[in-house]
């Protein structure tokens, strides 16, 4: 009931809304001919003309009927193509910063261009966010010449390397990718990319030494193509920046060969609802006998306890060719929603050293946290956000939680008249695939193109080698062929083709229709199984009936598909006994349809869980990440620095007269004495002091020794003292934020626990973690104060004889030389070297112990 109420106020507010900017495209259409008229010259100077009315006061609202114009008419004369009336309802979408869902084949790439052109106008930059590397490359290039045409810039993210899109042939309208460096591909007015490379740009500007090595601008204004995968189905990982550790990784081998000959059911049991594994008895006692310890769970073997779970996982939980590849010797991930290689990102907390382990290969250091962000506090940072992709609607709610974005449906160009049959299920997953393999046959001796849609790449390879037996010629789309995508997909509708797809089947790439086609039907499509996800079988689903092109879609189940076997119910096999099915024999029944969409629905509400629980703890993590990252962007930028020392200073002494004055009931002024001699390097007499009341006056007269003492500091080092406090402050903060992560970590795991003490989780997480994060600010003021207090600036003896040695040969070689004299000799240099103690961190930002880094031969 609630939902079919949100599905009509949903209907309700959509129909508002387009009724309300039906006007918007009215006046956009009654300036056509106006534009038309304009020769190239006179449309590209347009871009000068909309920045200087944006100059004086006007806003994008008051120019966006006359940049759409400009931009439909440069659209047609470029690339051949007029934006149709529902692309500039879908522009204006886009630009009010929400997400238009626009069915597959309704030109998306194209509708972009209207938003992206009059936010660039800003000159703050305007991103676009899609799914892979390919698909920015193409779209920059492929659009570009709109933008190059009315003098915009365009530049390309790549994982490796980053572009400009140019002029290949400006007469002919054709661009060329030239490669440049990443800032300047985010310097370009318009800048294409994924969204992982966006987010780790992020995190890897914000662990940079130098302000002038950022990459990224403020962010400004993005779109975000398929917008459900990257911020709902992607959501539920965040980007992790890691760092190799000191962990020996044999240990992996070992707990591998132990838990290798563990049997299920009898050692372990697994629960796939959950996706976890526990150890039964039996299998407790083998454990501890074949690694000789008394107690797998005393406390001494919490270690190897994390290996051994870890080892269950990857053998118990993990699918090779489901869940990840093996190749040249590597683990890599493959996304479960796209089906595509994840190459460098790698499963945490030793999931992926497990892997290794278990597939025989080299085993890569366990990795640290050094910066992690979720997807949705990094996009929520944009000034404005707006999305697009063929399926939002079903999530309309989450995005409007989550994002602030509403959703709008855009109508098609042309009518869906695409057929979708009932699903037809059966008992056996063998029963199924021959049914499925009989209608390819079928399909195929029409003529009709087929594009079947599997869940993984193992299943997508067992349907080729059934089609290969029957002499179905075909072609395979899967992670493992991932770089001839494009060129599959494009096929895919011609006469007689068979493509086999995972959940990757033609993202961003329009499969049209080859000659004679439409009369067979238009192309088919077929699904192996339900996939958690509705929204993933409407992708499916939407590859047929693009721009009005007849068209064909059902699914095959069984009641072996992961999905019904784990959230199903057991009463569909009940019907199906009932109904006295034979063998080999289909059934569509409504009470089994039911049932496949409540387990949908399980699995989609157990996610929304997931995702909404990562964000929850993120935002405690977030919160403390902006004031990390704002402090050390101002310390690059060498803003208030002095102000930065002296809050330091005083942090640092209120710190201790809390300790030593305000706290005890007894004031202990000659500890105190001693910590301030001890950190600020500085005597101070307060023997006679017997009082707290004193204290006030003392703290004058104390910052005022400090203050003097930081001041001949500054005189001593000279020119390089603000330097000097800038790669201190830098080198501590982001040596204390490291081990500060890793704490979040250990924090993270262990504060589930607490549920069982009847303690919310989450809010015992916000009172810890917030401890911890004043802890190290706290730690970060008392060393940086100690440092600098006890820095000395020594004169370089060596380096000093050594330029005397050279200006003396200047001198002989100016006596014997026809040369102009040179420049007076050079001052010597001063260094300033802080005293270091062997245990403290290492000063070159290493993150290891002096003793073990600069301080290891002396």
């Not at 006998?289 to 118990?316: E, G, P, S, W």
């Not at 059934?466 to 770089?483: F, M, S």
């Not at 003396?808 to 802080?834: L, M, V």
Request: with cysteine.
């Amino acid at each position: 009931m609630i939902e079919f109420i949100t599905k009509k106020l949903f209907g309700s507010y959509n129909d508002r809304y387009l009724k309300k900017i039906r006007p918007i495209l009215e006046k956009v259409n009654a300036k056509e001919p106006e534009i038309q008229a304009l020769s190239n010259e006179e449309l590209s100077k347009k871009t000068d003309e909309f920045k200087s009315r944006l100059q004086n006061g006007e806003t994008l609202d008051d120019i966006l009927v006359d940049a759409f114009a400009v931009t439909r008419e440069v659209s047609k004369r470029t690339l051949n193509m007029r934006h149709f009336d529902v692309q500039i309802l879908g522009g204006y979408v886009l630009h009010k910063g929400k997400i238009a869902e626009m069915k597959t084949g309704e030109g998306k790439t194209l509708v972009a261009t209207l938003a992206l052109y009059l936010n660039a106008l800003t000159e703050k930059g305007a991103h676009l966010v899609t799914v892979n590397d390919y698909l920015a490359r193409r779209d920059a290039m492929w659009m570009a010449p709109i933008y190059l045409f009315l003098g915009l810039t365009v530049g390309v993210i790549q994982h490796e390397i980053s572009y400009l899109v140019e002029w290949d042939n400006k007469e002919k309208f054709t661009t060329k990718l030239v490669e440049c460096d990443r800032k300047t591909a985010y310097q370009a007015d318009i800048t294409y990319g994924t969204n992982n490379e966006f987010g780790f740009d992020y995190l890897r500007d914000n662990m940079k030494y130098d302000i002038n090595d950022y990459v990224q601008r403020d962010l400004h204004y993005a779109i975000v193509d398929e917008v459900d995968s990257i911020l709902i189905d992607e959501a539920r990982t965040p980007l992790i920046i890691s760092g190799p550790t000191d962990e020996r990784t044999d240990k992996y081998y070992e707990i591998d060969r132990v838990v290798r000959v563990l049997k299920k059911d009898e050692d372990y049991t697994v629960d796939e609802k959950s996706r976890t594994v526990k150890l039964t008895d039996s299998g407790i006692n083998k454990i501890e006998k074949a690694l000789n310890i008394d107690n797998l769970f005393d406390v001494r073997h919490v270690d190897t306890l994390h290996f051994v779970n870890n080892a269950l996982k990857a053998h118990a939980l993990f699918k090779r060719d489901v869940d990840y590849v093996v190749q040249d010797g590597k683990v890599i991930i493959v996304d479960e929603f796209t089906g595509r290689l994840m190459p460098g990102r790698r499963f945490s907390e030793g999931l992926h050293q497990a892997l290794e382990a278990k597939e025989g290969v080299e085993i890569e250091s366990e990795n640290q946290t050094l910066a992690s962000i979720t997807f949705q506090n990094y996009f929520r940072m944009y000034e404005k956000l707006a999305g697009m992709t063929g399926t939002a609607a079903t999530e309309a709610q989450e995005f409007r939680e989550i994002y602030g974005l509403d959703v709008i449906v855009i109508p098609t160009h042309k009518p869906m008249i695409r057929k979708d049959f009932p699903d037809v299920i059966y008992r056996t997953a063998k029963e199924k695939y021959d049914a499925i393999v009989d209608e390819i046959v079928e399909m195929h001796s029409i003529g009709r193109p087929v594009l079947v849609g599997t869940t993984s790449i193992e299943k997508s390879e067992y349907l080729s080698k059934l089609l290969r037996k029957k002499g179905i010629p075909h072609e395979v789309l899967n992670a493992k062929y991932h770089e001839r995508e494009a060129q599959i997909v494009a096929k895919a509708g011609e006469k007689k083709a068979v493509t086999i797809a995972t959940n990757m089947a033609g993202r961003g790439t329009d499969i049209k229709l080859g000659p004679g086609v439409a009369e067979l039907g238009g192309l088919h499509i077929l699904g192996t199984e339900r996939h958690e996800s509705r929204r993933i079988d409407n992708q499916l689903r939407g590859r047929a009936g693009r721009q009005g092109d007849p068209g064909s879609s059902r699914f095959f189940l069984s009641l072996e598909d992961d999905l019904l076997r784990i959230f199903g119910s057991d009463k569909i096999s009940a019907i199906m006994n009932k109904l006295g099915m034979k063998e080999g024999e289909p059934i569509e029944h409504p009470l089994i349809s039911r049932a496949i969409e409540n387990a949908q629905k399980k699995v989609e509400a157990m996610h929304f869980e997931i995702r909404k629980h990562l964000l929850e703890y993120d935002n405690v993590m977030n919160q403390q990440r902006q004031v990390v990252y704002t402090l050390r962007r101002t310390i690059l930028e060498g803003k208030d620095l002095d102000d930065i020392v002296n809050e330091h200073i005083e942090n640092v002494l209120d710190g201790l007269i809390k300790e030593f004055i305000d706290a005890p009931d007894d004031p202990d002024f000659e500890s105190f004495a001693k910590s301030i001699e001890k950190i600020f390097d500085i005597k101070i007499d307060l023997t006679d002091r017997q009082s707290k009341k004193d204290i006030d006056e003392d703290k004058k007269v104390i910052l005022q020794k400090i203050n003097e003492k930081i001041e001949m500091k500054k005189n001593e080092i000279g020119e390089h003292y603000y330097g000097f406090v800038r790669f201190l402050l830098i080198n501590i903060l982001d040596n204390r934020w490291k081990e500060h992560l890793l704490n979040m970590d250990y924090l993270r795991d262990s504060v589930g626990l607490r549920g069982y003490g009847q303690k919310d989780p989450l809010i015992e997480y916000k009172r810890e973690s917030y401890n911890l994060f004043m802890d190290m600010m706290n730690r970060i003021s008392f060393e940086f104060v100690e440092f600098l207090s006890h820095v000395q600036v020594e004169r370089d003896e060596e380096l000093e004889l050594k330029q005397e040695e050279k200006n003396i040969k200047e001198e002989r070689r100016d006596i014997f030389s026809d040369e102009q004299p040179k420049e007076e000799k050079k001052k010597p240099i001063k260094r300033a070297t802080p005293k270091v103690g062997r245990n403290d961190p290492c000063p070159c930002g290493s993150g290891k112990k002096y003793k073990k880094c600069c301080g290891a031969n002396q």
